[in-house]
């Protein structure tokens, strides 16, 4: 990462708001900008959040059909810090069951039925019980058993020459994944193309996503692989029938798994069919797609703010703080979905049971009544209280072995020379905040020698 480096485009596009009236809907086409895939393929539109935190903080936003997926009823948007924490630590409220927690309802009862037994998608006390199965991987104690392997392999990530910088950061947290979850290394690109498939389908480029290799696969991968059903427009990427190819290889992997993995751990919680393949989803998902959009997007951050790189080499110790700048700054994930338990008002607004209510990590995480100079990254900055692990009942499991990954690649990174070589690209994904390509050039930074004292 050069001092030289252009500033290179950073995910701070200005963005506008529209007029909202008295019943908390904006008025015009650009209220649906917060909802449609195609605004984020462009910039996360904070100076349109930033509007609505002033004068809606809580409003309605529709959801017109986009492509193959129909139109959907509308929700209730969450835009400040303050209402946004309040609605992720009332589950009593806000229920995460009753819906789910995509913004797209599921397209079936059966389907939404299916879902409901992830633990994403629980209220307490079922979420509990389905979390203490699983918790005893991801303490900071398992995560520091764990912490000298991830170091090693980050440093192996890098070589001079150009290349994909997506590309190569997926690496790191699909490989802890596979290790943490039991899966072959043989299989693991199978965990990146399921990730794929189910976080970026919205996107064309990703939504039929194929990269593993077959004949390099175990046995069960290349079953699994033979029961991949054919992608068909409409058809939710999150149904059971969509991931056919991934339950079959849950399966097949439980009848012989690791026994300190957390495959293990889910055949011992005694859980049913369908929590268990909901688990075995939701890790193999969430627990690499948010490091392969948060690392790329880290480093595009600091490319952008050469000040504080530069800062940031010269005082290394702020390393911890500076990653969870990266994540303020650069939310993996741009929000989530509850539906109301019951009438009842939320920024002044009166929301009716059955409701869908949307909170925004992007927003909250700029919110200048809990971060000065909120657009302003700060690899120093303390406090640093931000969402995009989420809060309350469902505070992110993977929160400590995610910053151990980000601190593997990020201190390593401090001996490199990174220059973009093109244009970053987008996911297209209102979920999501990814970059689909970071192309740059690596080269090993030399030591400086120092005159004695």
């Known amino acids: 990462m050069s001092e030289e480096t252009p500033r290179p485009p950073v995910d701070d596009t200005p963005g506008t708001a529209s007029p909202v009236d ?6 015009g086409d650009l209220r649906e900008d917060v909802f449609l895939p195609s605004t984020y393929e462009r910039a996360v539109p904070y100076e349109l959040f930033a509007r609505l935190r002033r004068e809606a903080p809580v409003c309605r936003i529709p959801e017109p059909a986009v492509g193959p997926w129909k139109e959907g009823p509308g929700y209730w948007a969450v835009f400040r810090h ?85 590309e190569v950061a997926a690496d790191l947290p699909v490989w802890t994944l596979a290790h943490v979850m039991g899966v072959p290394d043989r299989d693991r690109r199978l965990l990146y193309d399921w990730a794929s498939r189910v976080i ?48 079959a290889y849950a399966h097949a992997l439980a009848v012989s798994p690791p026994g300190d993995s957390v495959m293990s751990a889910m055949l011992r919680g005694g859980l049913t069919e369908a929590e268990f393949e909901n688990m075995f989803f939701l890790f193999a998902v969430a627990g690499n797609e948010t490091l392969r959009n948060g690392i790329p997007g880290g480093l595009l951050t600091l490319l952008g703010h050469p000040g504080e790189l530069a800062r940031l080499r010269e005082d290394p110790s702020l390393l911890g703080p500076a990653v969870e700048e990266m994540l303020r700054f650069w939310p993996p994930v741009m929000d989530f979905r509850r539906t109301a338990t ?59 072995l995610a910053r151990a990954q980000m601190r593997a690649v990020f201190g390593e990174l401090l001996s490199w020379d990174v220059t973009l070589t093109g244009a970053p690209r987008r996911l297209t994904s209102n979920f999501q905040n990814g970059l689909k390509h970071l192309p740059v050039r690596l080269r090993r930074r030399r030591a400086v020698s120092r005159p004695p004292a």
């Open 82 to 166: 303050a209402d946004v924490k309040h609605v992720l630590r009332t589950p009593e409220d806000f229920s995460s069951h009753l819906g789910a927690t995509q913004i797209r309802d599921p397209d079936t009862p059966a389907d939404l039925e299916f879902v409901r037994a992830m633990m994403l998608n629980t209220d307490p006390p079922a979420h509990s019980r389905l979390r203490r199965i699983v918790a005893a991987a991801f303490t900071p104690r398992a995560v520091r058993a764990l912490e000298r392997e991830i170091a090693e392999r980050a440093r192996g990530l890098f070589a001079e020459g150009e290349c994909d910088f997506v």
């Open 200 to 247: 970026g389908y919205q996107d064309a480029d990703y939504a039929g996503l194929s990269t593993a290799e077959t004949d390099a696969l175990t046995p069960m991968g290349r079953q699994a692989v033979a029961r991949r059903p054919e992608p068909r427009p409409g058809v939710n990427p999150r149904s059971r029938a969509a991931l056919a190819d991934m339950f």
């Open 342 to 400: 019951r009438d009842l008002t939320l920024g002044g607004q009166r929301i009716r049971r059955g409701d869908k209510v949307v909170v925004y990590h992007a927003s909250a995480n700029r919110d200048p009544s809990v971060f000065p100079d909120p657009d302003r990254f700060d690899v120093g900055r303390a406090p640093n209280d931000h969402v995009s692990f989420g809060a309350g009942p469902h505070l992110c499991l993977g929160a400590h």
């Open 22 to 27: 008295d019943t908390g809907h904006t008025q």
